[in-house]
C-alpha cells in the first residue's frame, strides 16, 4: 500500500518572492514599448512648399518620434519627375538619423508606400483659427501643421493629369514588415492623419494584418467645416482631420488602404476624399489630441474633449488644477457650473504600458475688467451735452508753431508709430446721425510716406479692408492731398495740405448735391453722392487711428475739431478760418480744442466674449441700458456720479475640440 506523502506547507516568502520576480519579468517585457509616428512629405518643387520634417511635438509625439518619410514627387514644376505612380521604399532601425528620420527605440521596420501623386495642404490643425482652420500664406508652422502640410493623393480628386478635376488612377497603400521587431512583447494600435486640399469629408482607412487576413476600419468622427474653392462641381476646400484609433493589431506585417474616394456634382453635391497625411503605431497611452483652452461666460455649458489611443484597457481620468475630478472617467467631461468649474484641467491616460498627461486646458471664466484707462480732452462746446474725448497714446501740445508763423496753442500730436488715437463714443446719443453737416479740423502734417494707402484723420462710421460700409472718411493721401471717401465715392482735393504749415480743412456733405472740400477757407473740390450722415449701432468717432487696419495711422497734428449736423456756407467756413468763429452754436454738437494738458481720468473696461452686450446704469438695482455697439475696451471717463456695469449674453453650449468626435 502506497503512502500518500505529505503536503507541503506553504511558503509565503517565496511566494512573495516569485510576485516580486514576475513583476520585474513584465517590466522587462514592456521595457520596448513604443510609440511611432509617420509623416508623408510632398516634392512640390517651389521654395517652402516641399519637405516639412516635423521639428516640434506633434499629436503628443516628441520630434523623436517622428518618421519623415522621402518626399513623393506632386508632379508640379520644372524640377517634377512628371506624373505618377510613385512607389517609395524606406528602411529605418536604430541608427537611423538623417533625412528627417530619428532612431528606432528597437527592431527595423521596412515601409513601402504608394500613390499616384503627393500635395500640400493648407489645413493647420487647431493650431490656426476658425472657422475652417486654413493657415495664412505658403508655409506651415511647426508642429502638427508639418504633418497635415504633405499628403498622398487618393487618385481620384484633382492632381496632375485630372480631367475635370477627376484622375481616376489608383489611391495610396502603405505596407510595413518587421514590426514585431520593435513591439516585441506586445500588440499595438493605429490612428491615421488625414489632409488635403479637396476634401469635403474624409473616407475610411482599412488597417490590414496581412499575417492573418483580417481588416479594420477606422474612420474620422467629425472635420473642421471647408471652405469651398468653388472651382469644382462638388465642393472643394482644405481641411484634414484625425481618425478614431484602430483596435488592436500584432502582426508583423500591416498595410493600410484608403477606401476609395467619391464625389457627386449632385444634386446633392457631395465631395469625399481619401487623402493620407501620416499615421501613429502605439502600444503606450497617448493623448493625439487634447483639449483646448475655453472661455466661458456665467451660464455657459462646457465639454471637455481628447483623443487618445493606446492598446486597451485605457484608464482616464480628468483632473482639475492636479486633482482627480470625481466620475470624470471618459474621453469627454462636461462642466455645468462654469462659475465654480473654472480652472486648468488635464486627462491623465494610463494602460499596462504606461501614462501619460494630456496638454492643459484652461477654462477661463470671462468677467468684467475695470482699470486705469485713458484720460479725457473735454469737449469745449458752448452748450449742449458733452462728448468728452478718450486720449489714447496721443499727446496733448501747449502748442505749436509752423515755419510761417501760424501757432496754434493747444494741440493734439498724433505718432503713427505707437496707435495714437482719440475716440469719442456716440453711445446713446442721436447728435451725430444727421442728415447734412460739416466736419472741420486744423492739420499741421507732412506727407503720410506713401502714395498708395492714405493717413486717417477724421473716421465716423465702418469699413473692412479698405471698403466704407457706412459713415465718412477724411483722409490725407501720401502725395499730400486730402480725400473723403463715403460708402461709394472717393472725392479728392487739389491743394496740398501736407508740407508741415498748418491748414485748416472742411468738409461739407449735402444729402442732395454730395461733399464739398474746403482748404484755408475756400472751396477745393466738390463731388461724391448724396447720402445721409447717419450710421448705425453708435459707431464712435475715431480721430488719427482707424480700427480698420487697411488706413495708415495719422503723423502729425490736429486742433480745433469741430462737427457740426448742418451746412455750412462758404461764408461760414471762410469766418472759421480767418477768426475761428463759432457760428451756429446751436449746430455745433462736438469741439475738441485740446486747450488744456490736464486730461479728465478714465478707466477702461475689457472682457473677452465677443458676443456679449455691456450694460450700464447709474443705481445697481438699475434701470439698465444695452449699448450693443460698445466693445472690449470701453473706456469711460469719470464723472461725478456712479455707475455700474455689466453684461449679458446668451448661454451657450461649448466645447473644447468641437471637431474631434
Not at 514585431?180 to 488635403?196: H, L, Q
Not at 493623448?287 to 492598446?311: E, F, K, N, W, Y
Not at 506727407?447 to 460700409?469: C, E, M, P
Amino acid at each position: 500500500m502506497k503512502s500518500r506523502r505529505p503536503r507541503p506547507r506553504k511558503n509565503t516568502q517565496a511566494r512573495k518572492a516569485t510576485c516580486t520576480i514576475s513583476a520585474a519579468a513584465l517590466m522587462l517585457g514592456v521595457s520596448h514599448a513604443a510609440t511611432i509616428g509617420f509623416n508623408f512629405t510632398s516634392h512640390y518643387c517651389y521654395t517652402g512648399f516641399s519637405g516639412a520634417y516635423v521639428t516640434a511635438t506633434a499629436f503628443g509625439i516628441a520630434t523623436n518620434g517622428w518618421e519623415s518619410l522621402t518626399e513623393m514627387d506632386s508632379g508640379y514644376g520644372p524640377c517634377s519627375a512628371g506624373f505618377g505612380p510613385f512607389t517609395l521604399n524606406e528602411v529605418i532601425d536604430t541608427t537611423t538619423s538623417s533625412g528627417g528620420l530619428n532612431p528606432l527605440p528597437n527592431g527595423t521596420l521596412n515601409i513601402t508606400w504608394s500613390a499616384y501623386e503627393s500635395n500640400v495642404s493648407g489645413f493647420g490643425g487647431y493650431a490656426e483659427a476658425p472657422p475652417s482652420y486654413i493657415f495664412s500664406g505658403n508655409g506651415h508652422k511647426p508642429g502638427e501643421e508639418e504633418v497635415y502640410w504633405g499628403f498622398l493623393r487618393d487618385g481620384v480628386n484633382f492632381g496632375q493629369g485630372s480631367s475635370g478635376g477627376d484622375n481616376n488612377q489608383e489611391g495610396w497603400s502603405v505596407d510595413i514588415t518587421g514590426l514585431k521587431t520593435v513591439f516585441t512583447n506586445s500588440a499595438f494600435v493605429v490612428e491615421v492623419i488625414g489632409a488635403g486640399d479637396s476634401i469635403e469629408n474624409l473616407t475610411n482607412v482599412f488597417v490590414i494584418d496581412a499575417t492573418l487576413s483580417t481588416t479594420q476600419s477606422v474612420i474620422y468622427p467629425k472635420l473642421p467645416p471647408i471652405t469651398d474653392q468653388a472651382d469644382a462641381a462638388w465642393p472643394r476646400g482644405i481641411g484634414g482631420g484625425l481618425s478614431t484609433g484602430s483596435g488592436m493589431v500584432n502582426t508583423d506585417h500591416l498595410r493600410l488602404v484608403g477606401n476609395r474616394a467619391e464625389h457627386s456634382a449632385g444634386p446633392p453635391a457631395f465631395n469625399n476624399a481619401s487623402e493620407v497625411a501620416g499615421f501613429i503605431l502605439t502600444d503606450k497611452p497617448l493623448v493625439t489630441m487634447s483639449p483646448r483652452p475655453v472661455l466661458t461666460s456665467p451660464g455657459d455649458t462646457v465639454t471637455l474633449r481628447a483623443i487618445a489611443i493606446g492598446v486597451p484597457p485605457l484608464s482616464l481620468q480628468w483632473r482639475q488644477d492636479g486633482l482627480a475630478v470625481p466620475g470624470a472617467t471618459n474621453l469627454s467631461y462636461t462642466i455645468s457650473n462654469t462659475i465654480a468649474g473654472a480652472g486648468n484641467y488635464d486627462l491623465v491616460v494610463t494602460n499596462m504600458y504606461g501614462s501619460t498627461t494630456s496638454k492643459v486646458s484652461t477654462v477661463t471664466l470671462d468677467k468684467l475688467n475695470i482699470a486705469s484707462g485713458p484720460g479725457y480732452t473735454p469737449d469745449t462746446k458752448p452748450s449742449g451735452p458733452p462728448h468728452d474725448g478718450a486720449v489714447i497714446n496721443a499727446t496733448i501740445l501747449p502748442s505749436s508753431t509752423d515755419s510761417l508763423g501760424t501757432n496754434r496753442t493747444g494741440v493734439a500730436q498724433f505718432n503713427s508709430t505707437n496707435s495714437s488715437q482719440i475716440v469719442v463714443s456716440t453711445l446713446n446719443t442721436t447728435d451725430f446721425d444727421s442728415t447734412n453737416g460739416t466736419i472741420m479740423f486744423w492739420m499741421q502734417s507732412g506727407t503720410s510716406g506713401s502714395t498708395s494707402d492714405n493717413a486717417l484723420l477724421f473716421q465716423h462710421g465702418s469699413s473692412s479692408k479698405g471698403t466704407i460700409n457706412n459713415g465718412i472718411f477724411v483722409l490725407q493721401t501720401g502725395t499730400g492731398e486730402i480725400i473723403v471717401q463715403t460708402p461709394g465715392n472717393n472725392v479728392g482735393g487739389a491743394a496740398n495740405v501736407s508740407d508741415s504749415n498748418w491748414h485748416h480743412v472742411a468738409v461739407v456733405n449735402d444729402n442732395t448735391a454730395g461733399q464739398q472740400i474746403y482748404v484755408d477757407g475756400v472751396p477745393d473740390n466738390a463731388g461724391g453722392s448724396p447720402l445721409s450722415w447717419s450710421w448705425p449701432g453708435g459707431q464712435p468717432i475715431d480721430l488719427g487711428l482707424s480700427p480698420d487696419s487697411h488706413w495708415q495711422a495719422y503723423n502729425g497734428n490736429l486742433d480745433d475739431v469741430r462737427f457740426y449736423n448742418r451746412i455750412l456756407t462758404d461764408t461760414e467756413i471762410a469766418s472759421v478760418y480767418n477768426t475761428g468763429a463759432l457760428v451756429d452754436t446751436s449746430a455745433l454738437k462736438l469741439q475738441l480744442n485740446f486747450g488744456s494738458t490736464n486730461l479728465s481720468p478714465g478707466l477702461a473696461i475689457t472682457w473677452q466674449n465677443t458676443n456679449a452686450v455691456l450694460r450700464t446704469a447709474n443705481q445697481i438695482t438699475g434701470p439698465w441700458t444695452n449699448y450693443p455697439a460698445a466693445t472690449s475696451p470701453y473706456n469711460v471717463e469719470v464723472g461725478p456720479g456712479q455707475m455700474f456695469y455689466r453684461y449679458v449674453h446668451t448661454p451657450a453650449a461649448l466645447q473644447s475640440n468641437p471637431y474631434d468626435m
